[in-house]
């Protein structure tokens, strides 16, 4: 599986972006997954993740009510509409996917199998 993250970019505070990961691979839908992201300095930490229906979400703390996470199967695609931005959310962010088969979310990042090249988010305040 590989993964494309994009979207990334500079922001004024407040504002938003919608960052894209694209998968390859016949089996998109059968992946849970995940939003990462890493600032300088810092660990890479748990942003979102979403099911393989898309029915069930998770967040961390820190961005519940500011940032979406979907999914379009179709598309073999999953998207973090990150609204209210503030300054703190500047790293870069990966996407993750848990390989076939592992259905539960996790929010390390062990949990995942796949990663992205990551893209960058810069808040400016």
């Known amino acids: 599986v590989q993964l494309q993250a994009s979207g990334g970019g500079l922001v004024q505070a407040g504002g938003s972006l919608r960052l894209s990961c694209a998968a390859s691979?016949?089996?998109?839908?059968?992946?849970?997954m995940g939003w990462f992201r890493q600032a300088p300095g810092k660990e890479r930490e748990f942003v979102a993740a979403?099911?393989?229906?898309?029915?069930?979400?998770n967040y961390t703390d820190s961005v519940k009510g500011r940032f979406t996470i979907s999914r379009r199967n179709a598309k073999n695609t999953v998207y973090l509409q990150m609204n209210s931005l503030k300054p703190e959310d500047t790293a870069v962010y990966y996407c993750?996917?848990?390989?076939?088969?592992?259905?539960?979310?996790?929010?390390?990042?062990?949990?995942?199998?796949?990663w992205g090249q990551g893209t960058q988010v810069t808040v400016s305040s």
């Open positions: 993750a996917a848990r390989a076939s088969g592992k259905f539960g979310i996790r929010v390390g990042p062990a949990g995942y199998d796949y």
């Open positions: 979403i099911s393989w229906s898309g029915v069930s979400t």
């Open positions: 691979g016949r089996a998109f839908s059968n992946y849970v």
